[in-house]
């Protein structure tokens, strides 16, 4: 939850969008953030302050002269400043530096805080050439953030861009404020949802993935600044959120999403292929929708389908890929999850694979949980201070805590010195049910063996561990 503990001052400016603002309050709060309001005087004739106090906040009216100083206050406690709606006299107002109402002085002092607009207002006022000379002037601050307006059918019944945006796609934007952006000039393709093979117009077979873990990865790369490319196997885009700048491209079957990922490929920095792709495809499609068979005995009534093996889309990419790009693979195991993993990252030339346990309830929650492998990089290895490095020691059966190892530093000393390695680590003994790895939740753990680093994360939410991941890259 990025906004946790957050304080905004929520600043409401007449606009018939109003009434909105509401929801993006709960919204704030639902986030665990904390927030104070101001209301303007044209904002309070169309939502009461008794709303927001109703709720147990404090509303502030827009007033220079009421509370002397609260402006200074205001601006010296908040994490970030929030106008929305904005209306065209505020943006106007803020741009020119009039300072002549409390939200207008407390918007002025408050340095390089974060202010994020919201407009909302007629078309022809939001593409008026003095509002949008101001947008960009505000714009080339750093602390200006505009959320830009929804298009469609206005208050007014004219037609255009000047909507409050969705709730959705302005809390989306005022968290990605306070995210690094670690991926400005990135590029980032990303895989999601389960391809279809289809056997008739009607039928197909496919998996029960649902696209949660691709989406999340992709708005949150978006939060941290990467240009992205989802490519959405039948994914529920309704009721899944794909925040708009993501490009988003529709595929349904293996083949829509080879073709897709060649095409794409070639144009990004970094792969990360969460769909669910079919291993198998249906050898020939019945055009027309197959009919039941009326038979006398069982042997009469079965149906035979053909399938042949599709390609490794992974691995026809990876082979090809240059040297800097990266490529992503996730991997959905019931056993030796650790072990068929690393296979999998070795076979098809990746440099990180996200493993799943799917006997863990993963498929279509809204959680996850499993283990990122990554090759042991050049920097890892000469990194060779044993201060610098988690170290875990294992010996026979035997996992020694990390009591045991600060006890007795000498097994590890010894052996240190007996065999010049500084990470003794090794899972063979532990390989079916991972306890060394489980133990040491959220440190990288060396497999030396294999020349691997291995990473657990335990359950969470899949947006929490998509933004976890994209920061192991
Ligand atoms: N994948 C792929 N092309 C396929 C099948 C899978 O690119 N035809 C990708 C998936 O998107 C995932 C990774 O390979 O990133 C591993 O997929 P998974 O289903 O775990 O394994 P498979 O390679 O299909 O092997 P198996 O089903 O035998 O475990």
Redesign the pocket.
């Known amino acids: 939850m990025t906004l946790k503990n957050k304080k905004f001052v929520l600043c409401i400016t007449g606009s018939i969008a109003c009434y909105k603002s509401i929801e993006l309050y709960r919204s704030l709060k639902k986030e665990g953030a904390s927030v104070t309001i101001i209301l303007s005087s044209s904002a309070s004739k169309f939502i009461s302050p008794y709303i927001f106090k109703s709720f147990g906040e404090e509303v502030y009216a827009d007033d220079a002269f009421e509370i002397p100083l609260a402006h200074i206050e205001l601006a010296k406690t908040a994490d970030a400043i929030v106008v929305a709606p904005a209306t065209y006299n505020t943006i106007n107002k803020i741009a020119c530096g009039i300072a002549d109402s409390l939200i207008t002085l407390t918007v002025s002092a408050s340095g390089d805080k974060p202010c994020i607009i919201v407009p909302a207002m007629n078309n022809k006022m939001y593409s008026n050439e003095i509002l949008q000379k101001n947008i960009e002037k505000l714009l080339a601050q750093k602390k200006y953030y505009f959320v830009n307006p929804a298009k469609g059918e206005l208050a007014c019944g004219d037609f255009g861009e000047g909507k409050f945006p969705e709730t959705k796609d302005i809390v989306f934007e005022i968290e990605s404020v306070f995210k690094s952006k670690k991926f400005k000039d990135k590029k980032i393709l990303i ?1 999601a949802g389960a391809t279809r093979e289809y056997i008739d117009p009607v039928r197909f077979i496919s998996n029960a993935s649902s696209g949660k873990m691709g989406t999340a990865l992709a708005c949150e790369a978006i939060k941290l600044g990467a240009e992205v490319t989802l490519i959405a196997c039948s994914i529920d885009i309704q009721n899944l959120y794909i925040n708009k700048k993501i490009k988003l491209i529709k595929a349904i079957s ?1 083949n829509d999403l080879k073709e897709n ?1 060649i095409n794409e490929f070639p144009k990004n920095d970094i792969l990360i ?7 198998f495809g249906v050898k020939e499609k019945s055009s027309l929708k197959i009919k039941k068979i009326t038979g006398s005995s069982d042997n009469d009534t079965n149906i035979h389908l053909n399938l042949v ?9 990876a082979k090809n890929k240059k040297h800097e790009q990266i490529v ?6 019931t056993d030796n999850i650790i072990e ?2 690393q296979n ?1 990252l070795k ?2 030339s ?1 440099d990180y ?1 996200f ?2 346990d799917v006997t863990k309830n993963i498929i279509g929650s809204s959680e996850n949980e499993g283990y990122l492998i990554k090759i042991m990089s050049e920097k890892d290895k000469e990194n060779k201070n044993i201060n610098d490095r988690d170290i875990i020691y294992e010996d026979n059966n035997h996992i020694y805590t990390n009591e045991e190892i600060n006890k007795s530093s000498d097994i590890i000393i010894n052996k240190t010195k007996n065999t010049g390695e500084k990470i003794i680590h090794t899972y063979k003994n532990h390989k079916n049910n991972n306890e060394g790895y489980n133990r040491y939740n959220n440190r990288w753990i060396e497999d030396s063996d294999n020349n691997l680093e291995i990473k657990r994360f335990e359950r969470m939410d899949k947006t929490e561990l998509a933004e976890a991941l994209l920061n192991e890259l």
């Open positions: 895989t293996f990922l292929m969460a769909a669910a792709v079919s291993d093996q599709n390609d490794d889309l992974l691995k026809l990419i992503f693979g996730f991997a959905a195991e068929n993993a999998k076979e098809k990746l694979i493993v799943n």
